[in-house]
């Protein structure tokens, strides 16, 4: 059998198993009894109800990861890569135009057969747990909107990455992680601005006491920052969250709606000392370093195999191409990708604890255990996680393990 072709079917079964055994080990360690540090903000109906979740959406990502696998097995097998490229080239619409349909159609095609698994998780699982604020068409809205941004960005950033590899025969790879890494910073630039509004309302948040304490903060620790917003995330979900974005003087906070409504003003202030913390720690920096970097191996290794013919055998491809060798080469680079995006899960866990103890010594500890606390409670979240899903899936320690971080801190100042 082709090497490719067993390298890519043991990655795949690899990635299957080890994700089938987090599950298994995470439900195991779903706990009879609710954590004491909990039981000031959580009753017994609403812990039970947060385990269900946890196994609902167990299950459900279990039947959708083996969806995703009998079907890239069943099109790989029936030839349909070789089929499709037929039909394209076809076509005759030159090289790059051919690569951008090939492309393109296999994204949508994807996309329209987990049409039923996002339908059911939206309006069945969340709408089950009280989560789900999103109508009919908000959700259609919100594919047509992603559909559009990705032609109009992903589009001619795919073009220029195609064209670089089909014309330009050394190289090509500095070429095309310059035009990737020169996009990326765009995107995070203009996304305030002119992306996430596509999708959210983002209100300046008005003048108020929880404001003026939020100034008051800021002032302390010398962030200098554009602005704050109040984002519309009931719009979509009972769910909160925070974020940051941008850079320079250009930096904003966005606060879900939501959040702004399920917690005191103290526990807001905490969460976005966290977010503070977060850029003061030089994260956002360091993973944005991190990402060019890896682009760059990732074009590197790309350049060595996509002219190897044996990739393409793999996939019963009657001629090689640009296009058909980026998705190919995705699939053989997918063990290299999990090991660095474990160690980046690994790497942001760290980031949470170090975000967290900035927003406890220049704010204070207790706030930010409430906000924590009662996060966890409003987003269901599992509160007894297992080690091993823990390793493979988050990005964030679990709540207990932070809130036991923050207490054992001394209280100290910047
Ligand atoms: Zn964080």
Redesign the pocket.
């Known amino acids: 059998m082709n090497i490719f072709a067993v390298i890519i079917l043991v990655t795949l079964a690899a990635d299957f198993i080890l994700n089938l055994l987090a599950d298994y080990y995470n439900l195991q360690s779903l706990d009879e009894g609710l954590p004491e540090e909990f039981s000031d903000v959580y009753d017994e109906d609403t812990y039970v109800k947060s385990q269900a979740y946890t196994k609902e959406r167990t299950r459900f990502g279990i039947l959708v990861s083996i969806f995703n696998l009998a079907l890239l097995l069943t099109f790989w097998f029936a030839g349909g890569f070789n089929w499709l490229d037929e039909i394209v080239r076809g076509w005759e619409l030159g090289l790059i135009w051919t690569g951008l349909v090939y492309i393109g159609f296999l994204m949508i095609a994807k996309s329209i057969l987990s049409l039923p698994f996002s339908l059911y998780s939206t309006f069945i699982i969340e709408e089950k747990y009280g989560f789900n604020k999103t109508t009919p068409a908000t959700f259609a809205l919100d594919l047509l909107k992603g559909l559009g941004l990705g032609i109009l960005l992903g589009g001619p950033l795919l073009a220029g990455i195609l064209a670089f590899f089909t014309l330009i025969d050394q190289y090509a790879w500095l070429y095309a992680w310059g035009a990737v890494t020169v996009f990326t910073l765009i995107i995070q630039f203009i996304a305030p601005r002119w992306i996430m509004p596509v999708f959210n309302d983002f209100e300046p948040l008005e003048e108020s006491d929880l404001r003026q304490k939020i100034r008051t903060y800021t002032d302390r620790v010398n962030f200098v920052m554009e602005g704050i917003y109040v984002m519309d995330g009931s719009k979509r979900s009972s769910k909160s969250n925070a974020f940051f974005t941008g850079f320079g003087r250009n930096k904003r906070i966005a606060l879900y709606d939501t959040l702004i409504n399920n917690h005191s003003d103290d526990e807001l202030v905490a969460v976005l000392a ?2 503070i913390g ?1 850029y003061k720690k030089k994260h956002i920096l360091k993973n944005m370093a991190i990402g060019i970097v890896q682009t760059g191996i990732m074009f590197l290794l790309l350049s060595f195999f996509l002219n190897t013919q044996g990739l393409y055998e793999a996939f019963y491809m009657e001629q090689a191409s640009v296009y058909a060798g980026l998705i190919f080469f995705g699939m053989l680079y997918a063990p290299v990708d999990m090991i660095i995006s474990i160690f980046m899960q690994v790497l942001s866990r760290r ?2 604890f170090e ?1 967290d103890a900035f927003a406890s010594a220049t704010f204070h500890k207790e706030p930010m255990i409430d906000a924590l606390k009662n996060l966890s409670k409003d987003n269901l979240s599992n509160l007894t996680p297992h080690p091993f899903y823990v390793f493979l899936n988050y990005s ?1 320690p679990p709540v207990l393990q932070r809130i036991k971080a923050i207490r054992a801190a001394g209280e100290r100042l910047p």
Do not use: D, F
């Open positions: 966290h977010e977060h980031y949470e975000a964030h």
